[in-house]
T-cell receptor, first 114, second 114 residues
Framework: GGIITQTPKFLIGQEGQKLTLKCQQN?????MYWYRQDSGKGLRLIYY???????QKGDLSEGYDASREKKSSFSLTVTSAQKNEMAVFLC?????????????FGEGSKLTVL | QQKVQQSPESLSVPEGGMASLNCTSS?????YFWWYRQHSGEGPKALM?????GDKKEGRFTAHLNKASLHVSLHIRDSQPSDSALYFC??????????????FGLGTTLQVQP
């Protein structure tokens, strides 16, 4: 079995700061995703990548950048952290495509902005 | 407008009882549906998928899909305290070929009382 590792697990930043979250998977999956989870709002798709060096915007991409330099890793950057922002960022991957294959999620990175 | 709507928002059942969760989609592009479960402090994990009309049973879990009404349900019989979690319904929106992206509902919080 494989695993998705997200770092850091907890991230505390200041307003206006640029913050980067990292995700590594050893499933050898082609497609990777970044979701944001706010309390009471479910999961919202920020960015996804179908293959190495590919980037696609999700519904919540404004204020974020992403990077997929290697098949196994997918990074997400919060370009300017908002004061009082608090959310969990979840990375996921799939090998068969989300239509017929399941997504495997990491445990999440919790962001707090002071 | 939320493309995937779940009800109820929260649900409490006694141990050994039946839990029924509902999900409705407003987009006929969605062809594939998934149920995910998230325990506190963890990432979501796939429970089961359903693509065809009718019932699909996996152990204590039964999913039902009605494509005409875009309604999906999940029934958990003989509920256990370990089933207490946040349950997400997710619908797959095709991207290209066999690759899709999952759109999640806001979730139903299930509490199983010992």
């Amino acid at each position: 079995g494989g695993i998705i590792t997200q770092t850091p697990k907890f991230l505390i930043g200041q307003e206006g700061q640029k913050l980067t979250l990292k995700c590594q998977q050893n499933f050898n999956h082609d497609t990777m995703y970044w979701y944001r989870q706010d309390s009471g709002k479910g999961l919202r798709l920020i960015y996804y990548s179908i293959t190495e060096n590919d980037l696609q915007k999700g519904d919540l991409s404004e204020g974020y950048d992403a990077s997929r330099e290697k098949k196994s890793s997918f990074s997400l950057t919060v370009t300017s952290a908002q004061k009082n922002e608090m959310a969990v960022f979840l990375c996921a991957s799939t090998g068969l495509g989300a239509n017929t294959g399941q997504l495997y999620f990491g445990e999440g990175s919790k962001l707090t902005v002071l | 407008q939320q493309k995937v709507q779940q009800s109820p928002e929260s649900l409490s059942v006694p141990e050994g009882g039946m839990a029924s969760l509902n999900c409705t989609s407003s987009d006929r592009n969605f062809q594939y549906f998934w149920w995910y479960r998230q325990h506190s402090g963890e990432g979501p994990k796939a429970l089961m998928s359903i693509f065809s009309d009718g019932d699909k049973k996996e152990g204590r879990f039964t999913a039902h899909l009605n494509k005409a009404s875009l309604h999906v349900s999940l029934h958990i019989r003989d509920s256990q305290p370990s089933d207490s979690a946040l349950y997400f319904c997710a619908a797959s929106e095709p991207i290209t070929g066999n690759t899709g992206k999952l759109i999640f509902g806001l979730g139903t919080t299930l509490q199983v009382q010992p």
